[in-house]
């Protein structure tokens, strides 16, 4: 069984920083995208970053680039999200989402509905 699951998440004032952690089990995950999602009160589940399990496919969304970094510890099976200079406008549900890879993508996964798994979200707020 499938499982990811987010830590990290808090309340921050702008300009500070916080790392989100995604722990995934259940399965090798060699052929798969990683990906961040956020969804705030009222608004649609929008991409944040994405990258292959083996490193070297990182996209970002535009309103993140600079600011936010993602990695992964193999060994340790963990996904990260680096989140600096936070906005008020970075506040959402923070998700963790796996991807099976598709070799007809040609490209990274941007859209929810090309991820298979789904952790249950860290809250990330943040005050001006």
């Known amino acids: 069984q499938v499982q990811l699951v987010e830590s990290g998440g808090g309340s921050v004032q702008a300009g500070g920083s916080l790392r989100l952690s995604c722990a995934a089990s259940?399965?090798?995950?060699?052929?798969?995208?990683m990906g961040w999602f956020r969804q705030a009160p009222g608004k649609e589940r929008e991409f944040v970053a994405a990258?292959?399990?083996?490193?070297?496919?990182?996209d970002y969304a535009d309103s993140v680039k600079g600011r936010f970094t993602i990695s992964r510890d193999n060994a340790k099976n963990t996904v990260y999200l680096q989140m600096n200079s936070l906005k008020p406008e970075d506040t959402a549900l923070y998700y963790c989402?796996?991807?099976?890879?598709?070799?007809?993508?040609?490209?990274?996964?941007?859209?929810?509905?090309?991820?298979?798994?789904w952790g249950q979200g860290t809250q990330v707020t943040v005050s001006s």
């Open positions: 990258d292959s399990w083996s490193g070297g496919n990182t």
């Open positions: 259940g399965r090798t995950f060699s052929n798969y995208f």
């Open positions: 989402a796996a991807a099976a890879f598709r070799p007809t993508w040609g490209r990274t996964p941007l859209r929810w509905y090309e991820y298979n798994y």
